[in-house]
């Protein structure tokens, strides 16, 4: 007699394990099928992990150059074993956390590989090698994306590698190319080039970050190459292959280097293959199984979540979908439509939330952008990280905040109060007329709000362009 | 004439107008700044190439155009841009996206008033006067039904009608325009056409004023709408609108900092073309409509009724009641009152309010409102006497009635009822007590609910006969219930009593009362 459940969810990511702890706290009984560790990418090959291995990189960086504010610190060195000692502990930890709340919320978790066998049937197959199968009234999809790898290229996970392989490196490589400069490949620069790691980083479109500020990406740019991180837009990697003293590339620009090791961050896959998805009618596209913004897909009683549904590829915004999913499934009517801010864990760091420009005249919508150097403000100076400028996005005709864009120290954090805004929808005075504490890097969120009205007190008048009317 | 166009902004595609530095009639000197637009990332002053007098804007404050869009019509310097003639003059061709008769005359709207404290809207009871009629200053325009009075509102500015764009029986909210002055009909269109934008065309926005309201002009309220034409309105405002399906611009100022619309204002508003939201929610949308059953009427509430149901239900779910109940012989009371009533009209009701007026004047707790969680004693006892009309209640007040004598409280008791039945409700809100009598229809005894920010009322039941208790045997004799509602937050029952007590001395001893 198999097991049946309210809710099985596929994925122990942070959609999943968020949304059987919803569906367990709405008093529903709630399977977990997990094939790997808790957590998913974010907590064993993505978010967590960056993070933990970027602090030490951070921390080494700024003794690098703690002479600045006056500090002395010499023959600083890191062990770079003790640092992924520590990054695992951290997993460990932070797993154990899961397991603990699943507890708490009578989650039933079982581990293996979760195949669809027909409505309403989940097989599981077990690492021993047997197979159990559970029902379910209901089914959320969170089986989440794996990176994507590049056809014809090396095949060894040790010279060719992704964010998987790169996150638990046993040992430093002494030069790395990375192949994509979006959020990872810039996180993985900034994290390598404190560490003595000589970094290229190849982008195929024009900018670095191509889907944030094109601003932003200048600006990072420019710091990276100001750090000895080489940068190259606008370029591919024609061919690359194994060859004595390394991996070799050539670039479209013609241009030959030759690394230890080579990581490919050119985006992520659906990891959605082998779940027999047409057992139940399911069908994807481009491997992503759409959904409507209650997170349903077209299958009545099967809801897809995260990274499977190829909406938005991020932690936060699976949890939020998590949500969202099991209170439609448990029958509360409710549309995501939340704005999801994206943080890049450089540093400086950047935080984004809402339209860029570029997005809001896609749309035909006409705004103004208001912006403040973050360098102008006392904390900044005060703490010896003045680089970046935040940009607000405002709607000519309404007022209404559009966007919020932060390049700077903290940007990740300061990004908050600007999502708690957009998400209500309020106009760009409603910012500019909040008060934020003096001295903190978020002030210049409210500079730039205000410069964005033409009331900025901080800044010298904005220049008029004065013209004279055409009489017909 | 000419007609001014937008010129190229360093390549921008497009710019928002931001504000209009010249207004329609201005004079203008070559070079002066006409209007400020925005592109993506600059700010920009448009001068006039010559000397001239605004006669009409064709770009609204808000509105986004490209460069060579038209921006402004600039009259020949001096010109008087109301006259008919220069409307004559004025090349229909020069003004496309206009109506071609407008002249960009002066266009002042009239506005709803706020004609008490806690009026959000007012119906639009009856116009006295037809478009194309000359207004006076002080005449009486039209008729306001509020919350608590129907008013008269007379005009502040003169004028000629030109156009009246809520009719009679429509509901809308403080400040909203309801009719339009002005020479030509078709400058008042192009007003209209724009929004209605309280209009910022006009110099100075006349508010129509309620004869009862404070003399001189009524200050204008700050409207909800900017000069960019977005909207003011807090997170909460623009949530609940969603929910409601009401529409924040048709709110034209709300009562937070600035105008900025709050969500009581929201709530206070009628809903309008529901939005998509509430369409989708099935269930939202069934509670919404319930349908009438065969054969009943589905039937507007009054703003007396809504008055009614708003106050009464936040005094029933908000005042801790409590009810003392005491009878008295009614007896010397009638002989008082046939006495009386031989040398002044006067009826068994005035006798029991001067009754009231007298203990009320005499217990300062009986004097106290609860207002915003303070108690406030007043100095005199102002009784409210509950004035029962077909289509609801109201309820004048008597002022300072403990110095008024039994002949005057009746005089002024009859005078207040008849202007309440007319719909002129006078020192509505000032009462610090009320009473309510249904003894003339026969009621034995009942139990009122408190006219809050007041903290008792007084049901009076009918004088009738009965069996009573008579040294030891029994007699038939007249009684009166009388029933006092008391809130318990700013009264306690040994006052209560003492008052009730008290009320029966003096009904049993009326001689006292002259």
Known sequence: ?472 | MQTLKLPDLKGASQATVRRWLKQPGAPVAKGDVLVELETENTLAQVESPADGTVAEILAPAGKTIAPGAPLVVLGAPGAAVSAPAAAAAAPKAATPAAPAKATGGPVIPIVMPKAGQSMEEGTLVKWNVQPGARIKKGQVIFVVETDKATVDVEAVDEGRLARIVVPQGETVPVQAPVAYLAENDADADAVIAQGGAVAAAAPAAAVAQASSAAPSAAPVSAAAVTETGRVKASPAARKLAQQRGVNLASISAGSGPGGRILSGDVAAAKPGAAPALAAASGTRAAAGAAPAPAGGVRKKMSQMRKAIARNLLFSKQNIPHFYLKLTVNAEPMFAFYKQEKTRYPCSVNDVVLAAVARAVGEFPQFRCRMENGELIEYPTANIGVAVGMDEGLSVPVIVAAEKLSLQQIGAEAKRLAEAARKGKVEHMGEGVFTVTNLGMLGIEEFAAIINPPEAAILAIGAAHDTIVPKDGAARVGKVMTMMLSVDHRVIDGMVGAKFLARMKELLENPAQLV
């Open chain 1, 1 to 472: 007699m198999s097991q049946h459940f309210d809710i099985a969810v596929i994925g122990s990511g942070p959609g999943g394990y968020v949304a059987a702890l919803k569906a367990g706290q709405l008093g529903a009984k709630a399977a977990v099928v997990e094939m790997s560790h808790l957590g998913g990418t974010c907590l064993n090959n993505g978010c967590i992990p960056s993070k933990a291995l970027l602090a030490s990189a951070e921390l080494l960086h700024h003794i690098q150059h703690a002479g600045d504010l006056g500090v002395q610190v010499t023959g600083a060195t890191f062990d770079w074993a003790k640092i992924q000692a520590r990054k695992d502990k951290v997993l460990t930890m932070l797993r154990g956390g899961i397991k603990a709340l699943f507890g708490g919320r009578k989650v039933t978790l079982f581990q293996g590989r979760a195949v669809l066998n027909g409505p309403g049937k989940i097989v599981v197959h077990k690492p021993d090698g047997s197979k159990e199968e559970i029902t379910a009234a209901k089914v959320i999809i969170a089986s989440g994306s794996v990176p994507s790898r590049i056809p014809g290229w090396p095949t060894d996970p040790n010279l060719v590698c992704t964010s998987d392989e790169s996150l638990h490196w046993k040992a430093l490589p002494k030069s790395v190319l990375i192949v994509g400069g979006g959020v990872i490949g810039c996180e993985f620069a900034c994290m390598l080039q404190p560490l003595g790691v000589q970094v290229t980083v190849v982008e195929m479109l024009p900018k670095l970050l191509p889907n944030l500020d094109s601003q932003i990406a200048d600006a990072l740019e420019k710091i990276f190459t100001k750090r000895g991180i080489k940068c190259f837009t606008n370029t591919k990697v024609n061919e690359l292959a194994a060859g004595p003293g390394g991996m070799k590339a050539v670039f479209s620009n013609g241009q030959n280097i030759t690394v230890e090791k080579v990581l490919v961050a050119t985006g992520r896959r659906p990891n959605t293959a082998d779940l027999a998805l047409d057992s139940v009618g399911l069908t994807t596209d481009r491997g992503f199984i759409r959904v409507n913004d209650r997170m349903e897909t077209p299958v009545q009683d099967y809801y897809c979540i995260g990274d499977a549904n190829g909406r938005c590829l991020l932690a936060h915004a699976a949890s939020a979908h998590g949500v969202c999913a099991v209170e439609n499934a448990l029958g509360h009517a409710r549309a995501f439509d939340a704005p999801i801010p994206n943080c890049v864990y450089t540093f400086p760091e950047i935080g984004t939330v809402g339209l860029t420009s570029v997005e809001a005249k896609a749309k035909g919508l006409p705004v103004f952008v208001g912006s403040y150097p973050i360098g102008f403000l006392g904390k900044a100076m005060a703490v010896g990280d003045t680089d970046g400028f935040v940009k607000v996005i405002r709607h000519r005709e309404t007022g209404e905040l559009l966007g919020v864009h932060i390049l700077g120290h903290n940007a990740t954090e300061c990004i908050a109060a600007a999502g708690a805004l957009l998400h209500q929808k309020v106009t760009v005075e409603v910012l500019a007329e909040t008060v934020f504490a003096h001295p903190t890097i978020s002030e210049a969120i409210k500079e730039s709000a205000e410069d964005a009205l033409h009331m900025a007190l901080h800044l010298p008048p904005r220049k008029l362009l004065r013209v004279v009317a055409e009489s017909a």
